[in-house]
């Protein structure tokens, strides 16, 4: 990735507005990320403003137009920008994070993506009281089209080894931000609403256990599955439907004004869980990942045992009391589950589809592997 790249600016080719805009965009973008100063790199191109525009242009192809090249454009875009947030902290890391150009950028595709995303979810319910948002959440979940997807069944009953390794690959995005995201979901919360989160927290970290954390425990699937630990390869990969669930909770996360919308999309997060994963694992087992060592499948195990829990305490003690106290946001609460829900469905058809493309291995291999 291009997000913390150090070094002196360097001559780049003049940028052709002429160009296919999409193209045009990212390369703008990450020439103004090579370089320690992004703002000043761009005003000694004469392109200040240029990337504005570029995203403005960009956002019309992707979401009024339905250019799904251009919306894949959009989200990678999003994904770098938001990666300057992220960085490791280390030596040498540039000053783009608070660029004015990326910022101006970003928040342009930020509201056009929004605009889109609200105009693709369902209708929400009016007035919800906080003890009934718990029923109202899932009733949208279970009411969705997404709901009881069909890449789950997929995995427990049909799949064959590679094809579900190659669920694995394109999973490894989110799984590795969540601790990121709890962290960013304790930023400034009220006292009452602390201790779940902080449960969620531990939890992450493996109760303690350095062995035990979340990210370990998918570093270690991956090991056992000989795949390679290359996030920017696992990146480049994904559709604009699995950069867009990605870019949807850090959105929510980073803008403080729609922590009520992060909120309900965590929740719908933490109530899916446990179902679909419970057939992941069936699937796994089926074509024998893991059976020669139950343990390594514990990242997905713990996400079926803990989050059966997570799902309802997440409801009943950080969205009830935060309710109470602002009850006219039930609504932005919903939006954010709404959101959610879309953004996982889309993910999933993406999935499903690539996973079908892998070639099946015939049965007397399987067997041969098992």
């Not at 990666?83 to 928040?107: F, M, V």
């Not at 427990?156 to 979901?185: C, E, G």
């Not at 201790?195 to 090991?223: C, I, K, S």
């Amino acid at each position: 990735m291009l997000t913390h790249a150090g070094g002196a600016a360097f001559a780049r080719p003049e940028i052709n507005i002429a160009d296919d805009t999409p193209q045009a965009l990212r390369r703008l973008v990450n020439d103004a990320l090579s370089n320690d100063n992004a703002d000043t790199f761009l005003a000694s191109r004469g392109a200040s403003g240029q990337l504005e525009a570029l995203a403005h242009r960009c956002c019309d192809m992707a979401f009024a137009q339905s250019d799904l090249a251009a919306r894949k454009t959009v989200h990678r875009v999003l994904h770098d920008l938001y990666g300057l947030h992220l960085s490791r902290p280390h030596p040498g890391l540039t000053d783009n994070q608070y660029s004015i150009e990326l910022l101006r950028a970003r928040r342009a595709i930020e509201v056009s993506w929004m605009e889109w995303e609200l105009s693709q979810a369902s209708p929400i319910p009016a007035d919800v009281e906080p003890e009934a948002i718990g029923d109202a959440i899932k009733s949208l979940w279970k009411s969705h089209s997404g709901y009881n997807h069909a890449v789950f069944d997929f995995m427990k009953t049909d799949a064959s080894r590679p094809q579900i390794i190659k669920y694995f690959t394109t999973d490894y995005a989110l799984n590795m931000r969540f601790y990121d995201l709890i962290v960013l979901s304790l930023v400034g919360i009220d006292e009452d609403v602390r201790m779940e989160v902080a449960h969620n927290f531990w939890d992450e970290m493996g109760q303690g256990n350095p062995a035990r954390t979340h990210v370990r425990l998918y570093r270690d699937l991956l090991d056992y599955l000989k795949i390679e630990d290359n996030p920017t390869q696992f990146v480049d990969a994904l559709g604009w439907e699995g950069l867009s669930g990605y870019n949807l909770l850090l959105y929510f996360a980073f803008n403080r004004r729609e922590y009520f919308r992060s909120i309900g999309a965590l929740a719908i997060t933490e109530l899916s869980d446990p179902e679909q994963y419970a057939k992941l694992l069936s699937g796994c087992r089926r074509v024998g990942i893991g059976n020669d060592q139950p343990s390594i499948l514990d990242y997905y195990s713990e996400h079926v045992e803990v989050d059966a829990l997570h799902g309802d305490g997440w409801i009943d003690n950080v969205i009830v009391p935060v309710l109470r106290r602002y009850p006219g946001e039930a609504r932005s609460v919903l939006e954010g589950a709404a959101m959610r829900l879309n953004s996982s469905e889309a993910y999933w058809d993406w999935q499903l589809a690539e996973m079908k493309a892998v070639k099946p291995v015939p049965t007397v291999a399987l067997e041969a592997v098992n």
